[in-house]
């Protein structure tokens, strides 16, 4: 049964890997705020109207 | 600030959309082919390549690699551009990412058809492919996180961190899992053995679940249900809360494909708590994704997009909420090796990873060849007919499966078992029929599907390089350029822990090894190694994937006592390089099997099944009686096991031929006796070797504890 030991190990160092990023993120105040990212993702195709027709490329 | 101006690629995610829609055909028509082979098994046309056992292997990884795979790859890659107003690290990359898996999907379903499997379900491919798998995986990452290095907004968006777990967790479970030693090019043994190799299989087998179809896929949904229904995500901050409980929770639940097996109990209460504890991060991203719609559910009703999306998202709710009820050992007690669990496993493959594949596809497709859909009328026929699909699928699964476990688990008012094997697989047939309808229904509407964005693609107009702009990222404050290590070496505990991390790595790679042989010393004293024969039998039962449709591991249960015999015990497969333990009984356990019949039953059966048990439905194995035993790779075969800690005496291996010809010679003079003549090298005598010996070192000596 020793072989628990390396699952144990690896799923240790994956969760404390992730423990470590997750401790970065809050400290680099990646969830200061809770809201706008979500509303943000919906706006990026602004440019598409003004500026498509420059790079046109018909590629298949 | 400085607006700089770059270009989003869409060619690479074309590319993967394309490789998603021809591996989702592919991988479905092989499942349609394999589920129709359960009740007609003569569609195999008794080729070897086209057996039941190597299909089915065949469909599993095509559908999670290959398509579920490609799937992943279009989305990550046309998502996380966006999310992090970037252009791809490196264009190269990702065309070796994207070539590189093509090939190896072309590599691991020849080489499946071929019969090279490591008998490791959903981890069945040999060496050479892990090896090329970790490799394009590295190649992903680095293409991923030069992506996330070279970002224009500094918020990770909540989708990348659902990319971020799925790309470390897969890797290390990957390597962890497929550690084996080669034999030869196209062959090699589990490190691990018996239980050892059962609980780390599992640990990966539930943690691919985890890591590959779910993870990403909720990343996906993350990004793609909001822009599809043009509104924010219900909550974020749930959404955030959702990955960081799922992630540290669902690494920790694999044994509980393990209950009342061979595997001590501690570790299996352990896999079932962890899998109770799931509900909640699950569902919580369930209704998350459902109610992002709230209010916009007239948007449902038209748009086809979202239709898929909702069904994908149901499905993921239900799935996970099964997923621990079937977690509970009394439901476990009842569901194992039933196709219960084959209907659960569809809904999430064919309602949420296929359902959310086809959303994604019919929502990118037009945008990326700037025109409308096609055909909204035939998205909608998919809809319906894919759905329809799924109920005519699961349905009849659940019925079988349990009407099925009841069936086996019946008495008699005397006592005796009610029914025999072969009545419990004769009353599936009309539900593996309908099932087949399910999946063929389901297949349709993929196809409806494919030749409705192939009239998309050539009616629109394919923007290759598409233009954005953004601010570029402020610097953190910080003294002139920094050297990364600086940033550890300034806090004492940041060291530690980083040092910590790579001790134990280090460790882990020093200390296995012994660790491992040692408990491999046998608790039960009459468990002794495989002969040659019984080896190179072993390896065909592998090859022809009989674990697919046969279990190796009788639980402690009255039906299962009383059916098969004395209950299975751990110190039995201390020698099973990998372990056969299966997941499913289509056909009956086979962990008692030797001695049961004599050689000629074996020998006829394996010639025509139904010739010896009227009724059944294994497909005829005749190559065996034509091929011969490859001597070529015995002393090979014995050198590896022996370093793998099998205790066979010094300089066996230079025996060992010697010793396969007189066993060969014992088992065809047997078959001589019933009337059949057959040569000693014939592949089935091997196959008798090992089927005669299952199970049987316990019930030869008197049991005898050497080393708890």
Known sequence: MSVIFILIIASLTIAIGFLIAFIWSVKTNQYDDDYTPSVRILFDNELRSKQQSNSKEKNK | MELQKFQYDNKIVKWFAYATMFWGLVGMLVGVIAAIQLFIPALNMNLPYTTFGRLRPVHTNAVIFAFVGNGIFMGVYYSIQRLLKARMFSDFLSKIHFYGWQLIIVLAAVSLLMG????????????????????????????????????????????????????????????????????????????????????????????????FLTTPYLGLMYYFLPKAANRPVYSYRLSIIHFWSLIFIYIWAGPHHLLYTSVPDWAQSLGVVFSIMLIAPSWGGMINGLLTLRGAWDKVREDVVLKFMVVAVTAYGMATFEGPMLSLKSVSAISHYTDWIVAHVHVGAL????????????????????????????????????????????????????????????????????????????????????????GTLYLTGAIIMVYNLIKTVKAGNFLANEDAEAAALEKHASHGKEHWHRWIERKPVQLMIVSLVVVTIGGVIEFVPTFLVKSNIPTIASVKPYTPLELHGRDIYVREGCYTCHSQMIRPFRSETARYGEYSKAGEFVYDHPFQWGSKRTGPDLARLGNKYPDSWHYNHMLDPTSMSPGSIMPPYPWLFDDKVDVSLTVAKI??????????????????????????????????????????????????AYLQRLGTDIKNEPKEIEKK
Do not use: C
């Not at chain 2, 998205?379 to 349905?395: D, E, K, P, R, S």
């Open chain 2, 639 to 688: 050198k590896a096991m022996q370093r793998l800690g099998v205790p066979y005496p010094k300089g066996f291996e230079n025996e060992a031929a010697k010793d396969m010809e007189k066993q060969a010679k014992v088992i065809s003079e047997n078959l001589k006796k019933d009337g059949i003549e057959t040569m000693p090298d014939k592949e089935i005598v091997a196959l008798i």
């Open chain 2, 351 to 438: 309602g949420w990873n296929g359902f959310l594949t086809f959303g994604i596809l019919y929502w990118i497709v037009p945008r990326m060849f700037r025109t409308e859909l096609y055909s909204k009328k035939l998205a909608n026929m998919h809809f319906w007919i894919g759905t329809l699909g799924i109920v005519l699928y699961a349905v009849p699964m659940y019925w079988s499966g349990i009407m099925q476990s009841l069936m086996w688990k019946e008495f008699t008012p005397e006592g005796q078992l009610r029914w025999q094997f072969m009545d419990t697989v004769t009353k599936m047939i009309p539900f593996y029929a309908t099932r087949a309808i399910g």
């Open chain 2, 116 to 211: 090279k499997t490591t008998g490791k379900e959903y981890a069945e491919l040999e060496w050479p492919i892990d090896i090329l798998i970790t490799l394009v995986w590295v190649v992903f990452g680095w293409n991923m996180f030069g992506t996330i290095i070279r970002r224009r907004e500094r918020h990770l968006y909540v989708a990348i961190w659902f990319y971020i777990g799925t790309l470390v967790t897969v890797a290390m479970l990957h390597i962890v899992n497929s550690i084996e030693i080669p034999v030869s090019f196209w062959k090699s043994y589990s490190w691990y053995a018996g239980v050892q190799d059962a609980l780390v299989q599992w640990w990966y087998g539930h943690n691919a679940v985890a890591f």
